[in-house]
Nanobody
Framework: QVQLVESGGGLVQAGDSLRLSCAASGGTFSEYTMAWFRQAPGKERAFVAGINGSGGTTSLATSLKDRFTISRDNAKNTVYLQMNKLKPEDTAVYSC????????????????????WGQGTQVTVSS
């Protein structure tokens, strides 16, 4: 089990960039597949991006591939989400999640595979 704390959210204007961080503690970080999900007001939580334990394999939601990037620094026990050219529709609470396997079998987007979740960080994009 790992504890996850997100940071880096805030209020930005359309077109701006943000980098979210998720710091993990309580486990061997490299043994976890990590992911970001987001939940917009009135909508279900949606997959944003995932990354395997070594950082060598990533998966992004198709609609976000040209603007978002996921990465991790295992020495710092941290996973990042770089978000560029932000749009008002990116407004959501962004949460990181950890799955207890370094190699994800099947889609990264299946929430049930993730055992630990952070509290989330709010990202608001104004037009």
């Amino acid at each position: 089990q790992v504890q996850l704390v997100e940071s880096g959210g805030g209020l930005v204007q359309a077109g701006d960039s943000l980098r979210l961080s998720c710091a993990a503690s309580g486990g061997t970080f490299s043994e976890y597949t990590m992911a970001w999900f987001r939940q917009a007001p009135g909508k279900e939580r949606a997959f944003v991006a995932g990354i395997n334990g070594s950082g060598g394999t990533t998966s992004l939601a198709t609609s976000l591939k040209d603007r978002f990037t996921i990465s991790r620094d295992n020495a710092k026990n941290t996973v990042y989400l770089q978000m560029n050219k932000l749009k008002p529709e990116d407004t959501a609470v962004y949460s990181c999640a950890a799955a207890p396997t370094p190699h994800m079998s099947g889609p990264y987007s299946h929430e049930e595979k993730y055992s630990d979740w952070g509290q989330g960080t709010q990202v608001t994009v104004s037009s």
